[in-house]
């Protein structure tokens, strides 16, 4: 397929545009069917939520991929410092979908107060800390965080999500430098928007992906395909996996696509994996419509449990 302004360029790819796997071994440790359907799942409640008009609210609609690899790879015991479009990985991490809307909406009742229209919630059960106001501080507190787990001999890995323009701030450098430093058990997410008709998202910050500065810091880092979920999971599987080992922290880039300016259909990692898994006779129109359908069912009995009116 020839390449067009909306592709990343320096990206790691397993699942190409074509929904062609370069490697056939690429994924069979993983359950792609189960991962597809947490994709449409987060995809369906994204619309519902952007469709609410809530004030703040930023989609996560082409930029469900990362959330949904690192939910699944996760384990109890870890910690996730939200930055923000990060409702899928609370999702995937098992907060249920009432006690997201009454944060999101900022009913009472919910469990942890975030500002309305927040598109990150906390959960002291599902160990998700709370979104900061203050942009950006949530790397700082991940860095802490996992410095205290290091010291106290504490299970589990931290890890720490945000976007490519945290990175030109002053304290978020500092955290990744003594993250690095101090070999801490960190993953980090960060996700760099790619927009066509705009300088590449590393223009702004020194003329080199976050990936490359990162691993002049001696951090292990790699920049993968935000639209390719096996890339992303494979990704995460060593970043975490070198984490839980104490080989410090860990930078992941994954180059996303924001879907409300109508990109290219092979830049929506719903998209890319559904021709796959359709191309190994795994999925069919009427296996989505019925995942749609429960998702949908899913989010109206939940307002309905809240007593709010669309």
Not at 46 to 68: C, I, K, Q, R
Not at 163 to 183: D, F, H, M, R, Y
Not at 270 to 282: H, I, M, S
Request: aromatic share 4%; with cysteine.
């Amino acid at each position: 397929m020839e390449r067009t302004p909306w592709d990343p360029e320096g990206v790691e790819v397993r699942l190409n545009e074509a929904g062609q796997l370069a490697d056939p071994n690429a994924a069979e440790r993983l359950d792609l069917r189960e991962l597809f359907e947490q994709l449409v799942t987060a995809r369906v409640i994204d619309n519902h939520l952007t469709h609410l008009g809530l004030p703040m609210w930023a989609p996560s609609s082409g930029g469900e991929a990362p959330l949904v690899a690192l939910g699944a790879l996760l384990h109890d015991e870890d910690w996730v410092f939200s930055g923000g479009r990060d409702i899928p990985l609370a999702l995937a991490r098992g907060v249920q979908l009432t006690e997201v809307l009454r944060q999101v909406l900022g009913l009472g009742g919910a469990r942890v107060r975030v500002q309305a229209g927040a598109c990150a919630v906390g959960s002291s059960e599902h160990n998700l800390v709370p979104p900061t106001e203050s942009m950006g501080l949530q790397v700082g507190m991940a860095t802490g965080f996992a410095h205290a787990q290091k010291l106290g001999r504490a299970p589990g890995i931290t890890v720490a999500t945000f976007g490519e323009g945290l990175t030109t701030v002053g304290a978020v450098s500092e955290a990744l430098a003594i993250a690095a430093a101090q070999n801490l058990p960190l993953v980090f997410l960060c996700k760099s928007q790619l927009w066509p008709d705009a300088p590449p998202a590393e223009a702004g910050i020194f003329g080199d992906p976050v990936q490359a500065r990162c691993s002049t810091m001696g951090m292990w880092a790699r920049r993968v395909d935000g639209a390719d979920l096996v890339a992303v999971h494979d990704a995460f599987d060593t970043a975490c996996a070198r984490a839980r080992d104490g080989l410090g922290p860990c930078m992941v880039e994954c180059v996303i696509t924001p879907l409300h300016r109508a990109p290219p259909a092979h830049r929506d990692p719903v998209e890319r994996l559904r021709r796959f898994l359709e191309g190994a006779g795994k999925w069919t129109q009427t296996s989505h419509d019925i995942v749609e359908a429960k998702a949908k069912s899913k989010f109206q009995k939940a307002l309905h449990e809240l007593g709010v009116d669309q």
